[in-house]
């Protein structure tokens, strides 16, 4: 038995179950229901909506018939993925009326399939939360089935609040803050395990934990904060330093106000700071420096760790033309890829590094945005501000200006306690590491989410963690790979996969194949950290034709 589980002994469970849990077993026959009747099926699922604690209220339990997944939105014209008969049982822990008279409290769906295959699954939400995403076991990055269709029992959750991803106003409630930064987590997990074992008759043989994003962030922070609930956890893309992040974010855009335009009423209109022919004229010189030096001519900057393109090449020494950048961008692209300091010199976030992924609509949709007046909609404008003024700074300033003026030392200071809740950049991890296993990856192009920051973290964790930590953990960096997924990049790869051999079979992660949902008929490896992918020669479209080296 694992996880949370392990608490529990199942061989009698009734008695067991209810003296330890607090939930009634309910019957079955075993640790599959593939033998259950319908109704019998159907009757243990109905029973789920009276098995509610004090401090949770179960607000559905119904059988799902095998099917498509109703779509929502502009998407409900495409059939969704196809499901097997399963029960879905949708709640809310702890519910309570918060501030401002809001009604508040931890949000969660579980979908329990009829044919179990013994292992539980906790899908990673994205952005601010506040919507419990259908608990069907999507896959970042995964181009396989849902986990619910694997067997998987899985489970969602709002992480405290409803709203919107984008929708930070929660975080004028204190307890909200406490649930979005981890409380959610630990609370779902217990519970949602619990009525997997009153369902099943049995505890998960294996839990996983998969996200990416703020659903990275929330894997990491599992493992850093709950090292016993999971056997193997997947984070892709974590918001890790989330608090230096949301403050990065914020002086990105004060920073581009140096290379922008004044609009009539004297605000820097930040969409026009760099040109979509500036953007690709960086992309043309970071490929031109850097794309053969790990063998191969590809469009594909695999040796990133020495990657020395510097913006300052590309300074006009005359007028402005499409061929060179102005002097004001080339130091702004330079303090953009630096980041933010503290006033000791440290990073606040940051650096990046250069990728190809500056030239793509997501990197100007995240730093410039659109907007053709003094109001930025760029994504460090909006979700960055937001969160930054609801949710990261204490007090909260709901009336915080991203354009300034602000003290960049008095905001970083302002939001250290709600970073001390909602990072997840704990780097020691002996407990996790004796037991369980982790992967992170994250894309080169990634436009919000540092993999320099990440590998900073990773080499901390196995200082702070020692050999157990390296044998535990592995971070693979996606050549290319924009914020979880697309780019001009290998950004299809099978980590539910990968990870399950390491948990269950023992196969560590040394390369991981991965193929293009963009660049036709190529596949590539993806290599742990320090390693890249070098070509060896052979078919350069092929992964076998790469190998996993050392950095020279």
């Not at 581009?256 to 009539?264: E, F, I, N, Q, V």
């Not at 890829?337 to 000791?344: K, V």
């Not at 992924?357 to 007046?373: H, Q």
């Not at 760029?378 to 204490?394: F, H, S, V």
């Amino acid at each position: 038995m694992r996880g949370v589980g392990q608490r529990i002994a199942f061989a009698t469970p009734a008695l067991a179950m209810i003296a330890a849990t607090g939930w009634a077993v309910l019957p079955a026959s075993g640790l599959s229901a593939q033998s259950d009747t319908a109704g019998d099926f159907g009757e243990r699922c109905v029973a789920l909506a009276g098995q509610a604690l004090p401090d949770m209220v179960i607000s559905a339990a119904e059988v799902i018939a095998a099917g498509h997944l109703a779509m929502p939105g502009p998407a409900a014209a495409q059939p969704g993925p196809v499901l097997p008969e399963h029960c879905r049982v949708r709640g809310t822990i702890n519910p309570r009326t918060g501030h401002g008279g809001k009604s508040f409290g931890i949000g969660f769906e579980l979908r329990l399939p009829a044919e179990w295959n013994g292992r539980f699954l906790f899908q990673g939400g994205g952005g601010m939360d506040g919507v419990v995403q259908a608990a069907i076991g999507n896959i970042a990055n995964s181009t396989g089935q849902p986990a619910l269709q694997r067997g998987f029992a899985v489970v969602t959750t709002d992480a405290g609040h409803s709203g919107s991803p984008v929708d930070a106003t929660f975080g004028l409630d204190q307890q909200a803050r406490i649930d979005y930064a981890y409380n959610a987590l630990d609370k779902v997990t217990v519970e949602a395990k619990r009525m997997v074992a009153a369902f099943y008759g049995s505890a998960p043989r294996y839990s996983y934990m998969l996200g990416c994003s703020n659903g990275g962030r929330q894997a990491l922070t599992i493992a850093q904060r709950m090292p016993l609930y999971y056997d193997g956890i997947v984070a892709g893309a974590p918001a890790m330093r989330f608090s230096g992040l949301a403050v990065g974010q914020v002086w990105n855009q004060s920073v581009l106000a140096h290379a922008a335009p004044r609009g009539p009423d004297g605000r820097p209109i930040i969409s026009r700071a760099f040109s979509d022919s500036d953007l690709k004229l960086v992309r043309g010189a970071v490929l031109k420096q850097c794309d053969a030096r790990d063998g191969l001519e590809d469009g594909l900057i695999n040796d990133w760790q020495n990657c020395d393109f510097d913006p300052r090449d590309l300074v006009c020494t005359g007028g402005k033309n499409d061929s060179c950048l102005a002097p004001d961008q080339v130091q702004v692209l330079h303090d953009l890829y630096r980041g933010p300091l503290a006033s000791d010199g440290s990073h606040i976030y940051g650096p990046f590094n250069y990728d190809t992924g500056i030239a793509s609509p997501a990197w100007r949709g995240i730093r410039l945005g659109s907007s053709e007046t003094g109001e930025s909609n760029a994504g460090d404008a909006t979700l960055g501000g937001g969160q930054l003024r609801y949710y990261q700074l204490t007090p909260p300033d709901p009336d915080f200006d991203v354009m300034g003026p602000y003290d960049l030392a008095e905001i970083w200071r302002r939001v250290q306690a709600t970073g001390a809740m909602g990072d997840a950049n704990s780097a020691f991890l002996s407990t996790f590491a004796a037991r369980g296993k982790l992967i992170v990856y994250n894309g080169l192009s990634d436009q919000g989410m540092s993999t320099p920051v990440i590998a900073d973290w990773y080499d901390r964790m196995v200082a702070a963690t020692g050999e157990e930590g390296r044998n535990a953990v592995r971070l693979f960096p996606v050549p290319g790979m924009l914020h979880c997924g697309g780019g001009e990049a290998t950004d299809r790869f099978e980590m539910l996969d990968a990870i399950m051999d390491w948990v269950e079979r023992g196969k560590a992660p040394d390369r991981i194949v991965a193929t293009s949902s963009t660049l036709e008929g190529i596949s590539r490896p993806l290599c742990p950290y320090p390693s890249i992918a070098r070509y060896k020669g052979g078919d350069p479209k092929e992964a076998a034709s790469f190998e996993c080296s050392k950095v020279s």
